[in-house]
């Protein structure tokens, strides 16, 4: 899949055609350049590694550093490898939002907000006792029976228990390109996408 980096900007709103108000998430998507050209003969695998966003050099280790000047670059903050770019391309070459066109769909990957540890009503969705306990108390969000007594006498492996929620890496496939705005470097896209504002996605064709 050929592709872009792009990081999370927010989420507004626009109108469409027909008049309808279309939630939509803005991404700013490169300007990504093009460090490193993998061929099967050399590496085994065809790849194109792009990188993106600016990086102060007192944080580029001098390996990373040597990398980036053998592209004709600054150092970046995200290298993301991409497989099967339509067109040949080569050590330095710039790419922008313009890769896409509105009404494309694409898949978007991302790291979900993470919510640290939490119970089994809002990690998996239980509806919890409600308002009658039976005079229990502090019961009302409890993940209830585990299970049986005498046999096994514990509780099943994969069982929906409380834990960390979140910080996974998360696809988010066929959403479409409402909009795309290349003097801006920007991208809409239809509806939510995984992570917090800031945050590093990689848009894939």
Do not use: W
Not at 12 to 24: H, L, R, W
Not at 82 to 105: I, S
Not at 151 to 174: A, H
């Amino acid at each position: 899949m050929s592709g872009l980096i792009g990081k999370k900007i927010g989420m507004t709103n626009i109108f469409s055609a027909e008049g309808k108000n279309v939630p939509c998430t803005v991404v700013e998507v490169g300007p990504c350049i093009v460090t490193q050209v993998k061929t099967v003969e050399k590496d085994g695998y065809q790849a194109v590694q792009l990188a993106f966003d600016e990086k102060k050099e007192k944080h580029t280790s001098a390996a990373l550093k040597a990398h980036f000047v053998k592209a004709k670059t600054t150092p970046k903050r995200k290298v993301t490898e991409f497989r099967h770019f339509p067109e040949a391309l080569n050590l330095g070459d710039v790419l922008k939002a313009d890769l896409f066109t509105e009404g494309d769909f694409v898949d978007i990957r991302g790291v979900s907000k993470g919510k640290g540890f939490q119970g089994v009503v809002k990690r998996h969705g239980f509806s919890g006792v409600g308002m009658q306990t039976h005079g229990q108390h502090n019961r009302l969000r409890a993940p209830g029976s585990m299970g049986a007594s005498s046999f096994p006498s514990r509780v099943i492996k994969g069982k929906k228990l409380g834990g960390r929620t979140g910080g996974s890496n998360v696809k988010v496939q066929n959403i479409q390109v409402v909009k795309v705005l290349p003097d801006e470097n920007l991208l809409l896209v239809k509806g939510a996408v995984p992570g917090h504002k800031g945050s590093y996605v990689i848009i894939e064709k």
